[in-house]
C-alpha cells in the first residue's frame, strides 16, 4: 500500500469547517483513499473512501485531486466531538471481499476548539 | 445501524496467564480481523481471517497468538501465555459480504483493554 504524509496536529474552530489534507504521491491507480478516525481509546471509526471522484457521505466530504496524489476530508461544521485524530489509508479494495489489514500511521491530531 | 462488538472492555491477567479476547463481527460479513494499539502508539494489524483460515498475519502474530472462529457468530482472539508487554487494547474488524455493491470497508469494534501484571 502507498505510503501518505499528514500534518501531526491541527485546531478548528467549532462550526467551521475542518479541513484535513493528506500527501499521497506514490498512490497506484487502482488504491483507494480511506479515511478513519478514533475518538480517544475508541475503536477506529469509518469516515469515508474514495478511488479518484470526490465523495460526500452524512459525515464528510472528500476532494481528491485530479492528479491522485493528495486529498483533503472536509467536515462541514466541526463541533467538540470531532476532536479525534484522523488516519489517511491508501489501499487495494475489492469489491464483495477483502482480507489485508489496514496500515495505520500515526494520523492527524484535530482539534476543535469551543 | 449493525455494529461490532467486543467483550470484555478490560481484562485484567497475570503474566504467563491465557486470555481469549471476544469479538461479534457484523452479522453478514466474511472476513474478520484484529489489531492492537500499545498506548500512545499506532494501530497494528495482528491478523485477518476468512473461511475458516488465516489470510494474513503480521511479524506481531506469532505461536503465542491464534484465532478461532468457534460457532456462526463470535471470532476469537487467544494468548496463550501473556507477557507485559502485551498490555495493549485490542480492536477486532469485519468486512465484506456477498451482497451486490459491498466493499471491503472494514468496521471496527470498540476494543478490549488488555492489562497485563
Known amino acids: 500500500d502507498a505510503k501518505t504524509t499528514q500534518p501531526t496536529s491541527m485546531d478548528c474552530a467549532e462550526g467551521r469547517a475542518a479541513n484535513l489534507p493528506c500527501n499521497h504521491s506514490?498512490?497506484?491507480?487502482?488504491?483507494?483513499v480511506y479515511w478513519y478516525r478514533q475518538i480517544h481509546s475508541q475503536g477506529p471509526q469509518y469516515i469515508i473512501h474514495g478511488l479518484k471522484n470526490n465523495e460526500t457521505n452524512e459525515m464528510a466530504s472528500l476532494i481528491i485531486t485530479e492528479d491522485r496524489k493528495s486529498s483533503t476530508l472536509i467536515l462541514p461544521h466541526a463541533t467538540l466531538r470531532d476532536t479525534a485524530v484522523y488516519y489517511c489509508i491508501v489501499r487495494v479494495t475489492n469489491s464483495g471481499g477483502g482480507a489485508d489489514g489496514l496500515t495505520f500511521g500515526k494520523g492527524t491530531h484535530l482539534i476543535i476548539q469551543p | 445501524e449493525p455494529e461490532v462488538t467486543q467483550t470484555p472492555s478490560h481484562q485484567v491477567t497475570q503474566m504467563g496467564q491465557e486470555v481469549i479476547l471476544r469479538c461479534v463481527p457484523i452479522s453478514n460479513h466474511l472476513y474478520f480481523y484484529w489489531y492492537r494499539q500499545i498506548l500512545g502508539q499506532k494501530v497494528e494489524f495482528l491478523v485477518s481471517f476468512y473461511n475458516n483460515e488465516i489470510s494474513e498475519k503480521s511479524e506481531i502474530f506469532d505461536d503465542q497468538f491464534s484465532v478461532e472462529r468457534p460457532d456462526g457468530s463470535n471470532f476469537t482472539l487467544k494468548i496463550r501465555s501473556t507477557k507485559l508487554e502485551d498490555s495493549a487494547m485490542y480492536f477486532c474488524?469485519?468486512?465484506?459480504?456477498?451482497?451486490?455493491?459491498?466493499?471491503?470497508?472494514?468496521?471496527f469494534g470498540p476494543g478490549t483493554r488488555l492489562t497485563v501484571l
Open positions: 506514490t498512490i497506484s491507480g487502482n488504491e483507494y
Open positions: 474488524a469485519s468486512s465484506g459480504s456477498w451482497r451486490e455493491g459491498s466493499t471491503d470497508t472494514q468496521y
